[in-house]
C-alpha cells in the first residue's frame, strides 16, 4: 500500500516569493491534515480536512497561507508571500475516520525561505 | 489549552542500557495516546498506541510504553537500547475522539557503540 506522498521534499525560495506544497494521502482516508515542524518542535497542526472541508484551520495564517482539497483526495497548501520565519518542514498526514488519531505522515517537504 | 510536555530534550545513551522517556498531558477527558518516531533522514512513523484496556502497550521493536491516568503520563521505555535507536521520539495525544493529535516537542536520543 503506497503511503503519504508529498512534493516537493526541498524548496528554496527568496522571501515575498510564493510557494506550494502538495500532498496525496493514503487511498481510502478521509481525513488530512497539514501539520508545520519548526527545528527542535514537535509537528503544530495548521489544518485538518474532513473530506473536503476544513473542520479545523483555526491555527493556519490566513493572511498568507491557504489550502485547499477540492475532491476529496490530495491536497495543496500555498504560501504568498513567504517570509522568512516560514522555513520549517511542513508535513502531511492522513487517517482513516475510524482510526482512533492514528496519522500516516509523508516525509514532509523542507522550506527555505532566504 | 490542551498540551503535551515531554521531560527531556536531548538524552545520550551507552548501547544496553535502559531507556524511559517521560510524557505528561493535559486533558481531562477520554485520551488515545501514541508514541511516534522519527529517524534520521525518515518520517514520523508510529511506535506504539494506546486507545483502552491493558495500560502496558507494546510496540514495535522492543518498545513499550504504560498509560498511568492518574499521573497523566504516558512514559516510552526500552530496557535494552541499539544503535539503531538513535531517533526523535515524540509523544502524542489525541484528546476527546477529535481525530486530532496534539504533539510534545520531541526528545532526541543519541545511542553510542
Known amino acids: 500500500e503506497a503511503g503519504v506522498v508529498q512534493s516537493p521534499r526541498y524548496k528554496i525560495i527568496e522571501k515575498k516569493q510564493p510557494v506550494a506544497f502538495w500532498c496525496n494521502p493514503i487511498s481510502g482516508h478521509n481525513t488530512l491534515y497539514w501539520y508545520l515542524q519548526n527545528l527542535g518542535q514537535g509537528p503544530e497542526l495548521l489544518i485538518r480536512?474532513?473530506?473536503?472541508?476544513?473542520?479545523?484551520d483555526s491555527q493556519l495564517p490566513k493572511d498568507r497561507f491557504s489550502a485547499e482539497r477540492l475532491k476529496g483526495v490530495d491536497s495543496t497548501l500555498k504560501i504568498q508571500p513567504a517570509e522568512l520565519g516560514d522555513s520549517a518542514v511542513y508535513l502531511c498526514?492522513?487517517?482513516?475516520?475510524?482510526?482512533?488519531?492514528?496519522?500516516?505522515f509523508g516525509e514532509g517537504s523542507r522550506l527555505t525561505v532566504l | 489549552a490542551q498540551s503535551v510536555s515531554q521531560h527531556n530534550h536531548h538524552v545520550i545513551l551507552s548501547e544496553a542500557a535502559s531507556l524511559e522517556l517521560g510524557c505528561n498531558y493535559s486533558?481531562?477527558?477520554?485520551?488515545?495516546l501514541f508514541w511516534y518516531v522519527q529517524y534520521p533522514g525518515q518520517h514520523l512513523q508510529l511506535l506504539l498506541k494506546?486507545?483502552?484496556?491493558?495500560?502496558l502497550v507494546k510496540g514495535i521493536k522492543g518498545f513499550e510504553a504504560e498509560f498511568i491516568k492518574s499521573k497523566f503520563s504516558f512514559n516510552l521505555r526500552k530496557p535494552s537500547v541499539q544503535w539503531s535507536d538513535t531517533a526523535e521520539y515524540f509523544c502524542?495525544?489525541?484528546?476527546?475522539?477529535?481525530?486530532?493529535?496534539?504533539f510534545g516537542a520531541g526528545t532526541r536520543l543519541a545511542v553510542h557503540p
Open positions: 494506546y486507545f483502552s484496556g491493558d495500560p
Open positions: 480536512y474532513e473530506n473536503e472541508e476544513a473542520v479545523d
Open positions: 502524542a495525544v489525541n484528546p476527546g475522539g477529535y481525530n486530532k493529535l496534539i
Open positions: 486533558y481531562g477527558g477520554t485520551v488515545n
Open positions: 498526514a492522513s487517517s482513516a475516520t475510524s482510526g482512533g488519531g492514528e496519522l500516516f
